[in-house]
């Protein structure tokens, strides 16, 4: 009798060890089939790093941690000079005056909720050794400036949210605080390039800053499309690369700011083919309706 209670009671415990582990394992697969309910922070967004969540799951489940999400274009191989000399070489926003970017058309807007922000910014110049360096690109191609600045930014800044460096949320700062802190968000990164590549030449209708969502890791983002070549490059604080931003890719812009404007984005709607009936009616002939075999 005795032997059986044990027996049972050893039985019971292993039962309930059972239900107490089967947690996390049921848990690691449901995030795995499910990414979207794990939020992410914009810092990790941004960056693409995985949710410190799915890290530790991946642990207890002795695989790999999952990979940094990254849009498609970072992996872009091409170098800038042959992306100039592509078969399509002119871009749509170049021949339309409009920064139809991402394959959207550009719309012009008077007014936008960023207004305020961007105006706090558009017209400032850049000071001290980044103005110099600026300064010394103004006898290279433009094509050479763009990829210079891209680097000299991305270099020289650390993406941080504007909510753990101020406080506050979206704050815009201009390149001479953004440098000086060596810390900024990711419009941050395109003010700098923006305010650098004025600096170094670049005419004001040329430069773009361009407000997108990120559709890989699901966040705002933020970036300068540039004019030069015949083309619209973007410049993001994600590569050094210079990519082309008549590619629709990951990204779907919103608003656009530049010294000549302000812009939303929609897309051209493809009309729908409309078929048409064969007609029943037998053809008529001289002797009279053509009789159907």
């Known amino acids: 009798m005795k032997k059986t209670v044990s027996s ?13 582990i089967a947690p996390a394992p049921a848990l690691a697969q449901a995030v795995a089939v499910q990414p979207s309910s ?8 941004i960056l693409g790093a995985p949710s410190r969540l799915a890290a530790i799951l991946a642990v207890q489940q002795g695989v790999p941690a999952p990979k940094p999400l990254r849009p498609a274009a970072y992996s872009v191989r091409t170098s800038s000079y042959a992306l100039l000399q ?7 926003g170049v021949t339309s005056g409009r920064p139809d970017v991402f394959g959207s058309v550009a719309l012009a807007v008077g007014r936008t909720s960023l207004d305020r922000r961007w105006r706090a910014v558009a017209r400032r110049p850049v000071g001290g050794i980044a103005a110099a360096y600026s300064a010394s ?8 400036k763009a990829e210079a600045v891209n680097r000299y930014v991305n270099q020289r800044v650390q993406f941080i949210d504007d909510s753990r460096q101020y406080g506050r949320e979206d704050l815009w700062s201009a390149a001479n605080d953004t440098l000086r802190r060596g810390r900024g968000d990711c419009e941050d990164y395109a003010i700098a390039k923006l305010q650098m590549l004025r600096a170094a030449g670049f005419s004001d209708r040329d430069l773009y800053l361009v407000v997108a969502k990120d559709l890989v890791r699901r966040s705002d983002h933020a970036l300068l499309v540039v004019r030069a070549g015949g083309r619209m490059l ?11 931003a008549d590619r629709p890719g990951d990204y779907r812009p919103v608003l656009t700011f530049a010294a000549s404007g302000s812009w939303t984005h929609g897309y051209r709607r493809a009309m729908p083919t409309v078929a048409v009936a064969a007609s029943t009616i037998a053809p008529l002939t001289p002797s009279g309706p053509r009789r159907r075999p």
């Open 38 to 45: 794990v939020s992410q922070a914009k810092t990790e967004a």
């Open 86 to 92: 592509e078969a399509s070489r002119y871009s749509p």
């Open 8 to 20: 049972r009671l050893v039985g019971r415990i292993a039962a309930a060890l059972a239900v107490a």
């Open 137 to 144: 690109l103004r006898g290279h191609s433009d094509l050479a």
């Open 234 to 244: 973007v410049l993001d604080n994600g590569t050094d690369a210079i990519l082309d």
